[in-house]
């Protein structure tokens, strides 16, 4: 770390954001305006155009219309601030090791991912000689506070609950914003006329917002900081909290759940913001079951996080953590199942709403999830891609240990959650409005055989 101000002052450095999309309590920002003395702050988008093995694409219209709304927020913060956000487009390794080299940087900031792809561009970047100051900063505890290192993580995640809750561990009070922000580099306004990519995502999308349980085309739902704020601010100024428990397995409408997590997961939002908003309200207006489930989510959400700082890329492999071979895979059922096509018709509502509107409930992501592995017998990696590309929530962490918890690949001791449709329909959908709301006609349809 520079001590001297003179040292410092002559120091160019480089924030990149990656899903820590804000100024307010971003450990990984304030270190980084603390030792540069020029400071340049980057988003790289990587190419839209590049599909995974399973011939789906990596992002959907939804996703980067929701991520150019925040991105488009972040950069009028940091305007407040007299700086810039610089978006380019590319290899973020290759993009971002040309842009040090032609401001004379030798620091990047930026926030901590345990998954591979992720790991894989702060190697690359180390590799290539720059120093990387990457921070832990997206779960709600800090992995130093647990009773336990992260390599001990319990296997079954309620054991990892009722530990945290027995030592009573706690989250940090969220950080405040940065008071200054440190100058751009003297060079920005060429580097931008050479580097900068014009967002065009924020185009009408074909977004069906009267039906959508997050309708992130208006404003309300952008998927900036200013949103995420004042939707958090809403959320606990009413008794939405209150009665969580008892909706939050609702299927469409966009008070049933909290919908945090479309901010959580670009990092508009932090879990420790959500936490300090929530211990506000109980102390308020009192705790109950619902506002209790709030916080097991976040320990959810926190287990799938530390998983990865156990295990690795071990979460993506065919097997997962389980001693489970090869998962089998049909093609023609998966793109059916894409499609909604398939013979069932409230996971054929279920995918139409998410291709429609890049969101669904959680009842329902469990419900297609089960189906697409245990019935259609297809790789649980390609639903995992699917919901990738498609989901405005997606969260590397979360999206991963999901499928492995229904695949029966990851922790849970009883390999694997298989959903029977009828019993979801009559407890979820009895009287088929969900059904009838998101319907599909006139599509050929692929029976089980």
């Not at 380019?88 to 998954?115: M, N, R, W």
């Not at 909706?247 to 966009?254: A, E």
């Not at 023609?332 to 509107?357: I, K």
Request: aromatic share 10%; hydrophobic share 40%.
């Amino acid at each position: 770390m520079i001590t001297d101000p003179a040292a410092r002052s002559a120091q160019t450095h480089i924030y990149w954001f990656r899903n820590d999309l804000r100024l307010e309590d971003n450990p990984a920002l304030r270190q980084a305006c603390q030792r540069a003395g020029h400071l340049l702050f980057v988003y790289c988008h990587r190419s839209v155009s590049v599909a995974t093995r399973w011939n789906v694409p990596r992002t959907s219209p939804h996703r980067q219309h929701f991520l150019r709304s925040g991105l488009a927020d972040l950069a009028t913060q940091l305007a407040s601030y007299g700086s810039q956000l610089l978006e380019v487009e590319g290899d973020p390794a290759k993009v971002l090791l040309a842009l040090a080299h032609s401001i004379g940087a030798t620091t990047i900031h930026c926030e901590e991912i345990a998954a591979p792809e992720e790991q894989g561009d702060l190697a690359a970047l180390r590799a290539a000689g720059l120093t990387v100051e990457a921070l832990w900063q997206s779960s709600l505890l800090d992995p130093a506070a647990l009773p336990f290192p992260c390599a001990a993580l319990p296997e079954v995640f309620t054991h990892f609950r009722i530990l945290v809750e027995r030592e009573q561990v706690a989250p940090s009070a969220p950080l405040a914003r940065p008071t200054t922000i440190p100058p751009l580099p003297p060079a920005f306004e060429a580097l931008a006329e050479t580097w900068a990519v014009v967002p065009d995502v924020l185009q009408d999308v074909h977004l069906a917002t009267a039906r959508s349980s997050f309708p992130y085309a208006l404003p309300a739902f952008y998927g900036g900081p200013s949103a995420a704020a004042e939707h958090l601010r809403q959320y606990f100024g009413g008794e939405l909290a209150h009665t969580y428990k008892l909706s939050r397995n609702g299927l469409t409408g966009v008070d049933y759940s909290t919908k945090f997590s479309p901010w959580l997961a670009c990092g508009a939002l932090s879990a420790r913001v959500v936490c300090a908003a929530l211990r506000q309200f109980e102390a308020e207006h009192g705790a109950n079951d619902s506002t209790y489930w709030i916080w097991f989510e976040l320990m959810w959400r926190d287990y799938f996080r530390f998983l990865h700082l156990q295990h690795g890329g071990a979460l993506y492999r065919a097997q997962g953590l389980s001693s489970l071979g090869q998962p089998s895979h049909d093609a023609h059922r998966f793109e059916a199942w894409c499609q909604a096509r398939t013979s069932e018709p409230l996971v054929n509502a279920g995918m139409t709403e998410l291709s429609a509107t890049g969101y669904l409930s959680n009842r329902l992501r469990q419900i297609v999830a089960s189906y697409l592995v245990h019935d259609l017998g297809c790789d649980w990696r390609a639903g995992a891609a699917w919901f990738e590309a498609q989901l405005i929530d997606y969260d590397v962490y979360s999206n991963q240990g999901n499928w492995l918890y229904i695949a029966g690949r990851g922790t849970d001791p009883r390999n694997g959650r298989r959903f029977k449709l009828q019993k979801q329909m009559r407890d979820h959908d009895p009287d088929g409005a969900y059904r009838r709301l998101w319907a599909t006609q006139g599509t050929a349809q692929v029976e089980l055989k």
